[in-house]
């Protein structure tokens, strides 16, 4: 009976030692798939509640953060699946209120950050968000969406490109 109770011990504190290390991760690469600060929120927690059901059953992974991300890709495919008659040009209007000016033009950055990457393709843009936001390794991208380690080095290279020649043309209109 001891040995249970340990057992579910040391689960619940690998599980809490992996929100506290990828939750903010987590957070940031469904940012910057949705539409509004507080459904990547939703997004995240329900994440992470679904790591715990599957942990309590059982479920053992050999890469947590690879799990975790793709639990979270699976869910924000799901939301758009749910909201396909919603344009994603609506969506993005109806974000929250930031109360102070510092946070307001963080929110600005990372809007237009959003633009830039909403202009790749969906494979794309999770293979540098996961690389450059969430700061995971070829393997574990390639782990968390079921591909070769090539074909991400591939995504992330194209996706850089694109990336870069898209701000060049954006800095090119505001002159």
């Known amino acids: ?3 249970e109770r340990e057992k579910t011990k040391k689960t619940e504190g690998e599980f809490l030692s992996a929100y506290d290390r990828y939750a903010d991760d987590i957070f940031r690469f469904l940012y910057f798939r949705l539409p509004d600060r507080e459904v990547a929120r939703d997004l995240t ?10 942990i309590a059953e059982g479920v053992r992974f050999d890469n947590v953060r690879a799990f975790l991300y793709r639990v979270a890709k ?7 699946r749910k909201k396909k008659d919603e344009s994603l040009e609506d969506s993005l209007g109806e974000g929250g209120d930031v109360p102070d000016v510092e946070k307001e033009v963080d ?6 950050v959003r633009k ?7 494979k794309h ?16 991208i ?12 591939v995504r992330i290279h194209r996706g850089l490109k694109k990336l870069r020649k898209l701000y060049e ?7």
């Open 74 to 80: 699976n869910l924000s495919v799901d939301f758009y």
């Open 1 to 3: 009976m001891d040995t």
């Open 125 to 140: 843009r999770d293979a540098v968000t996961m690389r450059f936001f969430g700061e995971l390794s070829v393997k574990e």
């Open 116 to 122: 830039l990457l909403d202009s790749l393709g969906d």
């Open 107 to 112: 929110f600005l950055e990372a809007e237009a």
């Open 142 to 153: 390639a782990e968390a969406t079921e591909v070769t380690k090539t074909l991400v080095s």
């Open 45 to 54: 927690q329900e994440t992470f509640l679904r790591a715990w059901k599957s």
């Open 169 to 175: 043309e954006r800095d090119l209109k505001q002159i």
